[in-house]
């Protein structure tokens, strides 16, 4: 049964003048104008994310929108993600570090957040989960582990500079005395190599690589590789997302050469003056757990840590949802991982990651 026929005669929804429906091929266009001009919406919901998610991990998603007299009044993209080891859960989204419904008003929204309750009933989830950039529901359940860091360009590469705290530009400065250079690539395989590594030695399985040439095929030049090379080496790369006037560097790694030349700073600062030379005006450094490494090293370059809230629908299970790697039962495999091959470890880990969402 499509979402349309399930939702359209139920008198839940006769109170608002609007249709519940689910995007299907040729929809997308239409979903994406209401994205792009939308105060409230991000990246992660523009229509491209369900067939990420579709082809590179294989989850079932319903990208619903309210529609009043053929014009959008709101759109919510759901994934479901069904794990003998991580759970059943319906989100908006996973993969994706903001989400939720986006909708002209309240009354909208209240419409598309029942419609993703009562699929979530019908899937029998073990909860339903909205990633929100702003607190919607302070009586749901929710997860206080991460914060996000954004803080707008000035238009004048030079003033970014210097407002980079001291110790972090001396860092920036070193990568640059280094001689590194910034180079964009069309594909992923520089940026692969570099990510793998990261994340290996951090004892976190990786993402597949069709996962990310899917990024880059489907987000085309709104998704741009940037590889930070020495004497032609890659030692560090980017993988960043572009939305509206905002850069968004989303996954990023270096090899073990990267701290010796400092590779990290300059790939982000590079990043920053590309960005403004180009005349973006908000650097988004992302999603970080609170009291991490991460956390701490956005800190450092002067960015102010934003609570993110992400709310719970809890259908089945009696508690919010506890996948952090600080956890504690997570510690030894994480040991396991990092002892692992890297060959190894990038043949086995996207079988894991595509069920943690």
């Given at each position: 049964?499509?979402?349309?026929?399930?939702?359209?005669?139920s008198?839940?929804?006769?109170?608002?003048?609007?249709?519940?429906?689910?995007?299907?091929?040729?929809d997308?266009a239409?979903?994406?104008?209401?994205?792009?001009?939308?105060?409230d919406a991000t990246?992660?919901?523009r229509?491209?994310?369900?067939?990420?998610?579709?082809?590179?991990?294989?989850?079932k998603?319903?990208?619903?929108?309210?529609?009043?007299?053929?014009?959008?009044?709101?759109?919510?993209?759901?994934?479901?993600v069904?794990?003998?080891?991580?759970?059943h859960?319906?989100?908006?989204l996973?993969?994706?570090?903001?989400?939720?419904?986006?909708?002209?008003?309240?009354?909208?929204?209240?419409?598309?957040?029942?419609?993703?309750?009562?699929l979530?009933?019908?899937?029998?989830?073990?909860?339903?989960?909205?990633?929100n950039f702003?607190?919607v529901?302070?009586?749901?359940?929710?997860?206080?582990?991460?914060?996000?860091?954004r803080?707008?360009?000035?238009?004048?590469?030079?003033k970014?500079l210097?407002e980079?705290?001291?110790?972090?530009?001396?860092?920036?400065?070193k990568?640059i005395?280094?001689?590194?250079?910034?180079?964009?690539?069309?594909n992923?395989?520089r940026?692969?190599y570099a990510y793998?590594?990261?994340?290996?030695?951090?004892?976190?399985?990786?993402?597949?690589?069709?996962?990310?040439?899917?990024?880059?095929?489907?987000?085309a030049?709104?998704?741009?590789?940037?590889?930070?090379?020495?004497?032609?080496?890659?030692?560090?790369?980017v993988?960043?997302?572009?939305?509206?006037d905002?850069?968004?560097?989303?996954?990023?790694?270096g090899?073990?050469?990267a701290?010796?030349?400092?590779?990290?700073?300059?790939?982000?600062?590079?990043?920053?003056?590309?960005?403004?030379e180009?005349?973006?005006?908000l650097?988004?450094?992302?999603?970080s757990?609170r009291?991490?490494?991460s956390?701490?090293?956005?800190?450092n370059w002067?960015?102010?840590?934003?609570?993110l809230?992400?709310?719970?629908?809890?259908?089945?299970?009696?508690k919010?949802?506890?996948?952090?790697?600080?956890?504690?039962k997570?510690r030894?495999?994480?040991?396991?991982?990092?002892?692992?091959p890297?060959?190894?470890?990038?043949?086995?880990?996207?079988?894991?990651?595509?069920?943690?969402?």
């Amino acid at each position: 049964m499509k979402m349309s026929e399930q939702v359209s005669g139920s008198e839940v929804y006769a109170a608002v003048p609007a249709v519940i429906r689910e995007m299907q091929a040729g929809d997308e266009a239409r979903w994406d104008h209401f994205v792009m001009t939308h105060p409230d919406a991000t990246f992660f919901h523009r229509s491209g994310w369900k067939m990420v998610i579709e082809k590179a991990f294989g989850h079932k998603t319903w990208f619903l929108y309210a529609e009043n007299n053929g014009e959008l009044q709101g759109v919510l993209p759901l994934a479901e993600v069904n794990s003998l080891l991580f759970g059943h859960s319906l989100s908006a989204l996973p993969f994706c570090v903001y989400g939720g419904v986006v909708a002209k008003n309240d009354l909208i929204r209240e419409q598309l957040e029942r419609a993703a309750q009562d699929l979530a009933k019908q899937l029998n989830v073990d909860y339903l989960e909205f990633r929100n950039f702003h607190s919607v529901h302070a009586d749901w359940p929710h997860k206080d582990l991460y914060v996000t860091f954004r803080k707008e360009i000035d238009p004048d590469v030079d003033k970014n500079l210097l407002e980079i705290p001291r110790k972090q530009r001396a860092m920036v400065r070193k990568g640059i005395k280094h001689d590194l250079v910034g180079e964009v690539d069309q594909n992923i395989d520089r940026f692969f190599y570099a990510y793998s590594s990261s994340v290996h030695r951090l004892g976190t399985p990786v993402f597949a690589k069709k996962y990310f040439r899917l990024l880059k095929s489907i987000f085309a030049e709104d998704c741009e590789l940037l590889t930070i090379v020495k004497d032609g080496k890659t030692i560090s790369s980017v993988m960043s997302f572009y939305f509206r006037d905002e850069v968004l560097p989303y996954y990023g790694g270096g090899t073990e050469e990267a701290r010796q030349f400092a590779a990290n700073d300059f790939m982000y600062w590079e990043l920053m003056r590309r960005s403004c030379e180009r005349g973006y005006k908000l650097f988004d450094f992302g999603r970080s757990k609170r009291n991490s490494g991460s956390y701490s090293f956005k800190k450092n370059w002067g960015f102010e840590a934003q609570p993110l809230h992400y709310e719970y629908r809890l259908i089945n299970s009696a508690k919010v949802p506890d996948h952090n790697p600080a956890n504690p039962k997570y510690r030894f495999f994480i040991k396991a991982w990092q002892k692992m091959p890297l060959v190894v470890a990038n043949l086995i880990g996207p079988h894991i990651v595509k069920n943690l969402g």
